[in-house]
């Protein structure tokens, strides 16, 4: 007997006590089927504007920078300028979303764009979020060509454009769209939240940022468009 | 993990004399429960949420062969394996053969409660594979030949000035005059050392917080972003899990999250959430090639359809023991084996017996507190009575201790019997305690070796209170 | 003193095997804060001990021979009243547990609504919420886990207590943390329960209080233990003592001079 059936059947008998096998399997499909919601916390259920107003103080407490611009035009510009803020090189590396893609990078022609997977080299990464979720300050990205996960992992800064209109309320909402895209039952291969820079408090309990992932997380939130 | 739970006692011993241990410890108590205070007050759906999460729990595990099967049929969609491993031996070799098909040489490795477990670590370096802990805790612990000794924070116990004396040892290709006295420093050069490793590895191994069984996808929440490092970067990503990390759906995981982090570092979210499924797709730029979930049994599904059952609705977020006076007193080395505290107590003798595990139950006051903080309500000292009538039936406590309870539960029945004993006993005991207090007691030696034992006012109140009923008797008539 | 008159309400005292055999005051102060009540007390003399030390020590055979003539001895009284968090949890909440169906099932159920720990009965049910009673000085007051997480006692004793003129609360840090006393875990394992009621007195110190106050003798009489074990001149009593105005027996750990 393999260990799947091993396992399985020592399942079976012990929950046999309840309801007949087709019951239960019925139940279990029905359930996963209608995924129903629970608690869902009053804290995002908020008007568009104080919904976003709280993602930004979310974002800051858990030591994300959020910069919030007019359109997405004002994108490169504010890329730049972080770049020159921090004495960093003017590169990053981005992958092909398409409304980054359509962003005005000619306005800052000494910035040098890499794209495709991230390398350990890179020092900047830029990415545009799926959403962001006001309940906790976090932006939510997912895996393939528009955005490599590389790009949210190995360069120290990440710099992550999100709308303000794909600001959200929690989780659950994200859920839901991620059904819509990918289609019921199925997901990208990767789908990240991320709620600030990478940290620990590994040695003697003491907060640091930077541990393995990026050490700064900054959102640039395009209010426009 | 080598088993020293049966030592418990000695270890307890040695952890009190430890003032290092001691010291590191006050972290737990103000850090932890702290946080977890605070975060549980700003949020007010937070106890409904609680009950959220233990009832997702129970409707798992009350269908957990037909959840796994569903999880299953979707990881294999999606273009996975799953391997079902019933014992420990069962999943190491599992994971050396994936290891193996890919000439893996070196391993990188998320935090796995489960991987200690199984004890991966010792049987992949003995077959040759170099398992490198990503997670700086699990990391820094590898560097000592420990073991963790908190399932959140692992190396808790230790002092900064510990862990820079290990990496000076250890990472001799570094500058010997380079300057280690500030936490950050350690964390950069952490940092610098396990990045290269990420790079090197053939397969990543991380464990898994919660398995989806809408979507077929493994879940891990981390600080750090090393399990994230750990499984793009690699041809390989393997999932350790043990079978009871299963939720039904994404709705259901969304209230587990809620309460995970939050019960755990008193954060409301980690910093990275991570839902993986499947390998890369045609046209990912990166992403693993390969695919393998691990689930563990192990013991567990015994516990199913037993009182022990609601044991497995545990997430690991480590409030109990943050919470336990014990563990704040003992550190979680003394529990002897891979999960300390109050859930160690529980599920250590369902997984390696009560025969060794015996005094894990049996060291606690009871006094509720790991049970008033459990995200899922799990009854945690009911479990541990549970452990303590099993053993008390197989007679595996102390013989003495056994006789002095039939005795006092022979009088404790017998009413008039107990009234003679102790209106004879009390007295004569009272006389002894000439200045109301007992420096040394025979019998009371565990009681008498720390403390004085108050002596008994003179009479038992039950003979003093029929005499002055009596009196009032007699004064009526 | 009271709000209401009840009529002829009967409580059975429980009055615990450790107050019985240590510390009788205990009892006598009970009866005394509980007919000041307007309730006539009756102590029956069938009762021995709650269970609790076979029942923690997993013997479950003799803590349901025990629970059994408990619940004889006591369920035909109107109220079952107990000057300890930790018996009266064990009548109210694990009573029940033991008995799945059946007439035990019934019986226990019926008993343990009726079922309190002193100082939550006065101020719950009783409706009392000031004592006449004069104890100058500053007081601290430790709560024992069992009446605080099983039967939510924490507001009920300092309400009683704020009213006792002349006293001042000195609160501890830490004051809901365990003492280590948990019946046989302080004599199964000494040096942890050691630990634990070391850092314990500590609170007691840093809260500059003279007089250390519980609901619960075997939490006392740990503490008390260690208190004078130390050297310390910290005064410990059963809170039901000071609220009776019965102070005039030695301190727990204490003789006359």
Redesign the interface.
């Given at each position: 007997m393999?260990?799947?059936e091993?396992?399985?059947n020592?399942?079976?008998?012990?929950?046999r006590?309840?309801k007949d096998d087709a019951t239960?399997?019925q139940?279990?499909?029905a359930?996963?089927a209608a995924?129903?919601?629970?608690?869902?916390?009053?804290?995002g259920r908020l008007p568009d504007d104080d919904r976003v107003t709280l993602f930004c103080a979310?974002a800051q407490k858990?030591s994300a920078t959020v910069e919030r611009v007019g359109s997405s035009a004002n994108v490169p510009g504010a890329v730049a300028a972080y770049l020159r803020q921090r004495n960093l090189p003017a590169r990053v590396r981005m992958?092909a979303d398409a409304r980054l893609g359509a962003m005005p990078w000619n306005t800052e022609p000494s910035l040098e764009i890499d794209s495709?997977?991230?390398q350990?080299e890179d020092l900047a990464g830029v990415s545009h979020a799926i959403a962001g979720i006001a309940?906790?300050g976090?932006v939510v990205l997912h895996?393939?060509?528009d955005n490599?996960?590389?790009v949210?992992?190995?360069p120290e800064h990440h710099l992550v454009v999100v709308r303000a209109k794909d600001i959200v309320g929690?989780?659950?909402t994200v859920?839901d769209q991620?059904?819509q895209t990918f289609g019921?039952?199925?997901?990208?291969?990767?789908?990240?939240?991320?709620?600030?820079?990478?940290?620990?408090?590994?040695?003697?309990?003491?907060l640091?940022l930077?541990?393995?992932?990026?050490r700064a997380l900054h959102v640039i939130m395009v209010d426009g468009d | 993990m080598e088993i020293r739970s049966p030592a418990f006692?000695e270890n307890?011993?040695a952890a009190?004399d430890d003032p290092q241990l001691r010291h590191?410890l006050e972290?737990v108590k103000s850090?932890f429960i702290v946080k977890r205070a605070m975060a549980a007050e700003a949020?007010?759906?937070f106890e409904?949420?609680r009950d959220?999460s233990k009832a997702?729990k129970d409707?798992t595990l009350?269908?957990?062969?037909?959840?796994?099967?569903?999880y299953e049929t979707?990881v294999t969609?999606?273009g996975g394996h799953v391997?079902?491993?019933?014992s420990a031996a069962?999943a190491r070799d599992i994971i050396l053969k994936i290891c193996q098909s890919v000439g893996a040489k070196t391993v990188t490795k998320g935090k796995s409660m489960i991987s200690e477990e199984i004890e991966l670590n010792d049987f992949l370096e003995g077959n040759g594979v170099q398992p490198v802990e990503?997670?700086?805790?699990e990391y820094?612990i590898q560097l000592r030949g420990e073991h963790p000794s908190h399932i959140i924070?692992?190396?808790?116990h230790?002092?900064?000035s510990q862990?820079e004396a290990d990496f000076r040892r250890v990472h001799t290709h570094l500058p010997v005059d380079r300057d280690l006295t500030e936490?950050?420093t350690?964390?950069?050069e952490?940092?610098k050392v396990?990045?290269a490793k990420?790079?090197q590895a053939d397969v990543g191994i991380t464990g898994a917080n919660f398995l989806v069984?809408?979507?077929?996808?493994s879940v891990i929440v981390t600080?750090?972003?090393?399990g994230?490092?750990t499984q793009?970067?690699p041809k390989v990503h393997i999932v350790l899990a043990s079978?009871e990390k299963i939720v039904?759906?994404?709705?259901?995981?969304?209230?587990v999250?809620?309460v995970l982090a939050r019960s755990a570092?008193g954060?409301?979210?980690?910093?990275?959430?991570?839902?993986?499924?499947?390998?890369?797709?045609a046209?990912?730029?990166?992403?693993p090639e390969q695919y393998h979930v691990v689930?563990l049994?192990n013991g567990r599904?015994?516990m199913?359809?037993t009182e022990f059952q609601e044991m497995l609705r545990c997430i690991r977020c480590g409030a109990c023991m943050n919470h336990c006076?014990?563990y704040?007193?003992?550190g979680g080395h003394t529990y002897g084996w891979v999960y300390p505290g109050p859930m160690g107590s529980v599920l250590t003798p369902s997984l390696i017996g009560v025969d060794k595990a015996g005094h894990l139950p049996?060291?606690?006051?009871?006094?509720?507190?790991c049970?008033?903080v459990c995200p899922v309500r799990i009854p945690l000292p009911k479990m541990m009575?549970h452990?303590?009538?099993?053993?008390?039936?197989r007679r595996l406590?102390p013989a003495t201790?056994r006789y002095g309870?039939?005795a006092?539960?022979f009088?404790?029945?017998?009413?008039r019997l107990?009234?003679l004993a102790?209106s004879i006993g009390?007295p004569v005991l009272s006389l002894f305690?000439?200045?109301?207090?007992f420096?040394s007691l025979p019998l009371?030696g565990?009681?008498t070796?720390?403390?004085?034992?108050?002596?008994?006012?003179?009479?038992?109140?039950?003979q003093?209170?029929?005499q002055r009923e009596a009196q009032k008797q007699g004064a009526r008539i | 003193m009271n709000q209401q008159t009840p009529q002829s309400r009967r409580v059975g005292l429980f009055?615990t095997?450790l107050?019985?055999?240590?510390?009788?005051?205990i009892?006598?102060a009970s009866v005394k804060l509980l007919e000041d009540a307007g309730y006539t007390v009756d102590?029956p003399?069938?009762?021995?001990?709650c269970?609790q030390?076979?029942?923690?020590?997993?013997?479950?055979e003799?803590t349901i021979?025990?629970a059994r003539?408990t619940i004889e001895t006591f369920e035909d009284y109107d109220y079952i009243v107990a000057p300890s968090g930790s018996c009266a949890g064990m009548l109210k909440k694990h009573y029940p547990a033991l008995f799945k169906d059946g007439d035990w099932a019934e019986r226990a159920k019926a008993f343990s609504a009726k079922v309190y720990e002193l100082t939550s009965f006065l101020t719950d049910v009783a409706g009392v919420d000031h004592v006449d009673v004069v104890h100058p000085g500053s007081v601290t007051y430790h709560d024992s886990?069992?009446g605080l997480?099983?039967l939510g006692i924490r507001e009920q004793p300092r309400k009683l207590l704020k009213s006792v003129d002349g006293l001042e609360i000195k609160e501890m840090p830490e004051s809901d943390?365990?003492c280590?006393?948990?019946?046989?875990?302080?004599?199964?394992?000494?040096?942890?329960?050691?630990?634990?009621?070391e850092?314990k007195t500590d609170s007691i110190r840093q809260s500059g209080a003279k007089t250390l106050l519980a609901g619960d003798l075997g939490c006392l009489?740990?503490m008390?233990?260690?208190l004078?074990?130390q050297g310390s001149d910290v005064e410990v009593r059963h809170v039901a003592e000071v609220l009776a105005g019965m102070c005039d027996?030695?301190a727990?750990?204490?003789?006359k001079d």
């Open positions: 393999s260990g799947r091993a396992i399985l020592r399942l079976r008998v012990a929950l006590e309840g239960r399997e139940a279990v499909q359930r996963i995924a129903p919601r629970g608690v869902v916390p009053m804290r979310m858990v992958g495709g997977r991230a350990d309940e906790t976090t895996s393939g060509q490599p996960t590389t949210n992992f190995l929690d989780l659950e859920f991620v059904r019921k039952g199925h997901m990208p291969r990767t789908l990240n939240f991320i709620t600030g820079p990478s940290r620990s408090a590994d040695i003697e309990q003491t640091l930077g541990a393995h992932g990026p | 006692k307890a011993r009190l590191a972290h850090g949020l007010p759906e409904k949420l959220s997702i409707e009350a269908n957990l062969d037909k959840y796994l099967e569903a979707k969609e999606s391997h079902w491993a019933e069962d990503t997670d700086l805790g820094i924070a692992p190396a808790v230790l002092a900064r862990v936490p950050v350690l964390l950069s952490a940092r396990l990045r990420y790079f069984a809408e979507t077929g996808t600080n750090e972003g090393n994230d490092l793009i970067l079978i039904p759906t994404l709705s259901d995981l969304s209230q999250l809620r570092t954060q409301d979210m980690s910093v990275y959430t991570t839902l993986s499924t499947g390998p890369r797709r046209g990912d730029p990166d992403g689930l049994d599904s015994s199913i359809g006076p014990v704040h007193a003992v049996n060291a606690s006051t009871f006094c509720g507190r049970e008033a009575r452990w303590r009538e099993r053993e008390f039936s406590n201790q309870l039939k006092w539960a009088f404790a029945r017998r009413p107990y009234r102790t009390i305690g000439g200045r109301g207090r420096k009371a565990g009681w070796r720390h403390r004085d034992m108050p002596a008994p006012e003179g009479r038992t109140f039950m003093e209170w029929k | 009055v095997c107050v019985d055999l240590f510390r009788p005051s009892g006598f102590v003399m069938a009762q021995t001990c269970g030390p076979a029942y923690n020590s997993g013997d479950r003799d021979a025990i003539k886990c069992s997480r099983e943390v365990c280590g006393f948990g019946g046989t875990f302080c004599v199964k394992y000494p040096d942890i329960s050691n630990r634990i009621v850092d009489m740990n008390a233990g260690k004078q074990r027996t030695p727990i750990g204490r003789r």
